[in-house]
């Protein structure tokens, strides 16, 4: 790369100069995909149906974004102005630093967590103050509310929490909300529904609230990009402002309407997910691996200093696996997404053979 001052071309921004190059691993994926999270089966029958029926009209004309907003709304029992549809929830975060971060603001973010709010945040003119878990990697609770300042402009939680799988609780959250008022409280609820556990209920009632949702992990449409952005009224005024009109596309918008409706298929792949997790942490249990107890479709585990020869071997075995060990307080940690009870069990095989070829295998006492 040429050096700043010799660039043949304008000179980006300062803030872009500084910026880190981030390239999530997705290239040659064909393997059991359990290292983004997605859904690693399929989307609702009915969505794939109607995108065998878009036609040219469809393709020619601008997406035309509200009337589907609104129905995303009322799905979520909130009004058509409370909710904004993004490209995907990375957009929606974006989107939203660039609305609120200014010079001299603080970010406040409990890591680790989703590598996207520090890469946004690092366009921006603010500060991120991050606020490390212990090594339970539990929500930091009391430090992350000792680091409020008057400059805290936006607190950003994943909950539940990636790569740790952690969760906070809706107490604490409404706790955070009130002890900083003048700052934004970002819940990003992409896991939501395999956990269970919302503050949706609190928008509105709670002023600095917004709450993130997406549809590329349980309803299994990350190739669409669509996500949602639920905050007060007067917040998403400006929020809006900021977004562009045309960033959903005309695909997705008509995707979203049979996704939603199609309640049965989205529930059973949940608890599909959620009996394979219980049957993937019993093997992880029986071969004395260390893991997180995760509230979300992947689990955290502890492999130690061959983190990287074991993501190696479970690749070579079919089953692709993500080191996390550059989060902040992860190293040897390797975050594996649950799938199908089915595709565990290939991962379990893997899992062993791995952990056998590394001398790491020690059935439990
Ligand atoms: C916490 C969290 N938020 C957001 C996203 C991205 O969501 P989307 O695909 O809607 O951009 C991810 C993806 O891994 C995530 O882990």
Known sequence: MSEPDKMPYPKPRARVLAMKEYHPPLG????LRLDFNENTLACSPAVLETLACISAGNLTRYPEREPVEAMVAAHLGLSAAQVALTNGVDEAIHVLFETFLDAGDELLLPV?????YEVYASGTDARVVAVQAADDLQFPFERLLAS?????KIIAIANPNS???TVATRQQIAEIARRAPHALLLVDEAYFHFHGETVKDMVGALPNLIVARTFSKAYGLAGLRVGVLAGPAELMRWVRR???PYSVNSLALACLPPALKDTAYLNWYVSEVLAARTEFETA?????????PSRANFVLVDIGSQHAEFVRLMHAAGVLVRDRSNDPGCNGRV???IGTREQMRQ????????LAALNLLQPSA
């Open 335 to 337: 975050r594996i997404t």
């Open 242 to 244: 900021v977004l562009s």
């Open 112 to 116: 680790p967590t989703y590598t996207m």
């Open 148 to 152: 409020i300042t008057p400059r805290t």
């Open 28 to 31: 040659c994926r064909d393997a």
């Open 163 to 165: 790569p740790s799988g």
């Open 347 to 354: 991962a379990i095989v893997a899992l062993n053979e791995a």
């Open 284 to 292: 992880l249990d029986a071969a004395n691996i260390r893991r997180w």
